[in-house]
């Protein structure tokens, strides 16, 4: 028997393994959510290099693209006052001749997509404010996996939870509560400006997280184990800390699994 001291590796099911469609809703095409997307563009690509799989990405978000974003986010000034998932996903399918889905929605989960058995689910919440994480959570239970990602101005974390796979990983929202927590709320307060923007958050800090994030779900989907599903990240210290599948880690953290019947 494992000891709760040891670090665990995470192994996808059999029926995960043996899918034969890979299927990603990314929530939210702002800073992080259209390093993802492009992101999962490149793995697209590479997985069709090498296997049969279909893989599928939906993206929803309502906003459109304003000046401020220009130079942060993959964005141009012609793109000002379109969609931000159009923009970014016709650009994709042009480039790599995928079928990526733009839906210029708020997501709220009452679309069901997984269209067949055989898929492996994953949701991808990119999004900043505690209302639209709390709607996530109550739908992640309907994905294989939840990964959700978040930073403040030079900090960040990505965590991935499964109720799918040995061993079950937390989600997102019961190793860090405040995720989904109303009076963690910061006050929303837009930018007009790439200037007031950077004085908010540093330039690269969505690309950190982005890769860290990405470089685990490539180990999840081709490799089929992973042996962190987290990392807490700090650009100006340099700092960079695992979440280890380990549940004295968990515990650390102030998880407690729901007791079952």
Not at 141 to 156: A, F, I, P, R, V
Not at 215 to 227: E, K, P, V, Y
Request: a neutral charge; proline letters at 6%; hydrophobic letters at 35%.
């Amino acid at each position: 028997m494992t000891s709760p001291e040891t670090n665990q590796t995470h192994y996808i099911s059999q029926q995960a393994l043996q899918c034969k469609e890979l299927n990603f809703i990314v929530v939210g095409a702002g800073g992080t959510g259209s390093q993802i997307i492009t992101g999962l563009a490149s793995m697209a690509h590479a997985i069709h290099a090498m296997t049969d799989k279909r893989f599928r990405v939906t993206a929803y978000d309502p906003d459109t693209v304003s000046a401020n974003n220009i130079g942060r986010q993959p964005y141009f000034p012609a793109d000002i006052g379109r969609h931000k998932t159009d923009c970014l996903i016709s650009r994709i399918n042009m480039a790599y001749g995928l079928d990526f889905q733009s839906m210029p929605v708020r997501f709220d989960g009452s679309i069901r997509t997984r269209h067949f058995r055989s898929s492996m689910d994953v949701l991808i919440s990119c999004v900043d404010s505690v209302a639209s994480r709390q709607i996530i959570a109550t739908k992640a239970q309907d994905y294989d996996y939840w990964l959700d990602l978040g930073n403040s101005s030079h900090t960040g974390q990505w965590v991935l939870g499964s109720t799918s796979g040995k061993p079950e990983l937390p989600m997102p929202n019961e190793l860090l509560p405040e995720l989904t927590d109303p009076s963690k709320e910061a006050p929303d307060e837009p930018s007009c400006s790439m200037a007031v923007s950077l004085s908010k958050q540093s330039l690269f800090i969505n690309k950190a997280l982005t890769s860290q994030a990405l470089a685990c779900l490539w180990d999840l989907i081709f490799h089929g184990q992973i042996s962190i599903h987290g990392q807490f990240m700090d650009l100006k210290s340099g700092r960079a800390n695992p979440i280890n599948i380990n549940p004295t880690v968990w515990k650390s953290m102030g998880y407690k699994p729901q007791a079952t019947s």
